[in-house]
């Protein structure tokens, strides 16, 4: 007999929840999005303490403390990058500049860095909701985080302008609910 073993599954949903964000419609068909995943807790610890410095910047800043603790109850995290290379070439104006101007324009760096083609930001999105919604299709708590994305980022542990994370969490209850500020 085997007590609780329901989290032994988490890694191969996990991959499954990668799988859709890889397969969900991009502009052009497209595809500039990098995944993760991250199981070891070291690993998770590393990205979870470089979320508590980002929370010294001040009170606006202190609910990367409180995700930081959410990190190191979840089981694992997926994460999802725009690694922007190319505009889609439609002109849409949504950046603020033309496609053939975009990638000459200098580099604004802070939390992300911009600027950024917006039907590839729609892209990451398409892709964080393929993910959670075969995440809440598998009953695996989640909650997609731009704090985990921050830490990753700035750790330089994966290549993108844009980062987000999802935790992934199996438990009693929900560990993403009920959280003070």
Known sequence: ??????????????????VSARTAPKA???DDLVLALVMERDELEQIAQEMERIAERG?????FKRDAKNLR???ALILIALDFKRPVGVNCGACGFTCDSILQQEKKVADYEGPVCAMR?????????SAVSQAKDACIDNRVMYTIGVAVKRL???PGQV????????????IFFDRSP
């Open 73 to 75: 109850d979840s089981e």
């Open 28 to 30: 052009r068909g497209q």
């Open 121 to 129: 930001l729609i892209d990451l999105g398409i892709a964080i909701g």
């Open 59 to 63: 009170e606006a800043f202190r609910f």
């Open 1 to 18: 007999m085997r007590l609780n073993p329901e989290k032994e599954i988490v890694e191969q949903l996990a991959l499954k929840l990668l």
């Open 156 to 158: 330089g542990l994966m």
């Open 163 to 174: 980062i987000l994370g999802i935790p992934l969490s199996v438990k009693g209850k929900n």
